[in-house]
C-alpha cells in the first residue's frame, strides 16, 4: 500500500476545487449561450468551412445557394439547408468517410491517402446579415455575430433617432442654419442684379432703393451685396460710355474727312472744268492760226491730269461714306447686342430669384421640422419605443421584443417611437 503525504493530499484537493470551478465556470457560460447556437438551422446564405487534416486542398468555404446546397470536392452539390451544426458536421463526415484523395508529395510521387470521419470538421463560420430599420439614426444592413441582442444591433446603428420616420435624412441645425442663409443671400443677390440691370438698360449709373422685406438677411450682408452690384454697375456703364465715346469719335473723323475730300473733288471739278474752257479756247485759235500745236497739246495734258484727280477724289469720298455706313452699323449692332445681353441677363436673375425663393422655403420648412425633431431628441429619455423583430424562420412572423432578446441571423429588427404630440406653431426661421 502506498502511502500519501498530508501536503499532497491538500494540494490535490486544492487542485481539483479550482478544476472543478473552471469546468462549472464553462457549464455556465455553454447554458446561456448554447440553447441559441442549438436551436439554429443552416439557411441561405450562411458560410460553411470545411476543413480536412492534412489535405489543405479540400478545405474551402461554401455559401449554402438559393438551393439549400454547397459544393464539396469528392462529393459534389450537397444540401445543407435545415440542419443544426452538429447535423451539418455528421452529414459532411459521413459525405468524406473511406474517400480516397491522391495526396502529391513533395518528390512527385502520389500518395493514396484514405479520409476518416474524425479528419473532417464542418463549421458554420458566416451568418446570414440582421437588418434594422425604423426610427435608428443609422438604418440598413449589419453583420450578425452569435448571441446578439438586439440593444447590440441598436448601439451599432446609432441608438434611437426619429429621423427614421422622415423621407431622407434630415441634416443638423447648422448646416440647415447656413443653408438657409446662402438661400436668402442668392435671393437678394438675384434681386440687386436685376435692379443693376434695370439701371444699365435705361443708361443710369444709380439703380435706386431696393425692398429687402421679404429678404431676412442682416443690414451689412444687404449693404455688401449692394456695394458689389453698384461697383459692376459702374464698371458697365464706365465700359459702355468708352465704347459709345469711340464710336462717336470714329464718326466725327470720318465725317471730318468726307467734308475734306469733298472740299478737294469740288477744287479738282473747278479746275478740271478751267482746263476744259482752256483747252476749246485754245483750239478755237489754232484753227484761226493763232496758237501753236504745241500749246494745245500741254492744255490737253493738263486737263487729262485734272480728269484723273477728279476721279481719284470721287472714289475716295464714295470709300470714305462707305466707312461711315459701316461704322454706324457697328455701333448699332454693338447697341443692340447690348440691350439682347442685358434682357437674357435679366431672364436669368429673375430664374435665379425664383429659384432661390423656392429654396429657402424648402429650407425653412426643414429647419422647423429639423427644430421640432431636436426638442423630441432632447426628451427621447421619456419617449416610448416599440421593437418588433420579424423572423422568417418557421414562417414569417413579428414578434414584439425588449433590448435583451437574442437575434437570429436574417432578422429584421423594426424600431417604432412614439413622441409626446407637439402643438404646431410656425416659427420664423
Known amino acids: 500500500m502506498i502511502s500519501v503525504s498530508p501536503g499532497w493530499q491538500r494540494f490535490r484537493r486544492v487542485a481539483l476545487r479550482r478544476r472543478m470551478g473552471f469546468v462549472g465556470a464553462i457549464l455556465a457560460l455553454i447554458s446561456t449561450v448554447a440553447p441559441a447556437s442549438a436551436a439554429y438551422k443552416v439557411q441561405q446564405g450562411d458560410t460553411i468551412e470545411i476543413t480536412v487534416v492534412g489535405i489543405p486542398e479540400l478545405s474551402q468555404r461554401n455559401t449554402v445557394q438559393p ?16 440542419l ?3 447535423e451539418l458536421r455528421e452529414k459532411v463526415q459521413s459525405q468524406f468517410e473511406q474517400k480516397i484523395y491522391r495526396l502529391r508529395a513533395s518528390d512527385g510521387h502520389e500518395i493514396l491517402t484514405v479520409i476518416r470521419p474524425e479528419e473532417v470538421s464542418a463549421a458554420i463560420v458566416g451568418y446570414r446579415p440582421i437588418y434594422v430599420t425604423g426610427d435608428v439614426a443609422k438604418q440598413g444592413q449589419q453583420t450578425f ?7 447590440q444591433a441598436l448601439a451599432l446603428a446609432g441608438g434611437f433617432d426619429f429621423q427614421g420616420r422622415e423621407q431622407g435624412t434630415v441634416k443638423d441645425l447648422p448646416t440647415l442654419r447656413i443653408d438657409y442663409e446662402l438661400a436668402l443671400s442668392d435671393i437678394a443677390s438675384a434681386t440687386v442684379q436685376t435692379a443693376r440691370l434695370n439701371a444699365e ?6 439703380f435706386g432703393p431696393i425692398d429687402f422685406s421679404d429678404t431676412p438677411l442682416s443690414r451689412d450682408r444687404l449693404t455688401e451685396i449692394q456695394k458689389s452690384e453698384a461697383a459692376i454697375l459702374q464698371a458697365q456703364m464706365d465700359d459702355y460710355q468708352r465704347q459709345h465715346d ?38 478755237d485759235l489754232l484753227s484761226k492760226g493763232q496758237e501753236t500745236s504745241l500749246r494745245v497739246t500741254e492744255a490737253r495734258r493738263a486737263l487729262l491730269l485734272s480728269s484723273t484727280r477728279t476721279l481719284q477724289a470721287n472714289v475716295e469720298l464714295l470709300e470714305l461714306k462707305r466707312q461711315k455706313s459701316d461704322l454706324a452699323r457697328q455701333a448699332q449692332h454693338f447697341e443692340d447686342q447690348r440691350r439682347i445681353d442685358l434682357l437674357k441677363a435679366l431672364q436669368e436673375a429673375a430664374a435665379a430669384q425664383a429659384a432661390a425663393k423656392i429654396k429657402a422655403q424648402k429650407l425653412a420648412l426643414e429647419l422647423n ?27 414569417q412572423a413579428a414578434l414584439t421584443v425588449d433590448e435583451d432578446f437574442v437575434l437570429m441571423p436574417g432578422d429584421v429588427i423594426n424600431v ?7 402643438t404646431s406653431t410656425t416659427e420664423n426661421p
Do not use: C, W, Y
Not at 438551393?67 to 435545415?82: K, N, Q, R, T
Not at 417604432?416 to 407637439?422: A, K, Q
Open 67 to 82: 438551393d439549400g446546397a454547397i459544393a464539396l470536392p469528392l462529393v459534389g452539390a450537397l444540401s445543407v439547408e435545415g
Open 84 to 86: 443544426t451544426p452538429s
Open 145 to 151: 455575430l452569435p448571441a446578439m441582442t438586439v440593444r
Open 201 to 206: 438698360l435705361n443708361g443710369r449709373t444709380e
Open 246 to 283: 469711340f464710336f462717336n469719335s470714329a464718326m466725327g473723323q470720318a465725317d471730318e474727312r468726307i467734308s475734306v475730300v469733298a472740299q478737294q473733288k469740288n477744287e479738282e471739278e473747278a479746275g478740271n472744268s478751267a482746263d476744259t474752257t482752256e483747252l476749246h479756247r485754245l483750239l
Open 369 to 395: 421640422s429639423s427644430r421640432r425633431l431636436d426638442s423630441l431628441l432632447d426628451l427621447a429619455a421619456n419617449v416610448e419605443h416599440n421593437i418588433e423583430v420579424v423572423r422568417q424562420e418557421g414562417g
Open 416 to 422: 417604432t417611437l412614439r413622441p409626446p404630440l407637439l
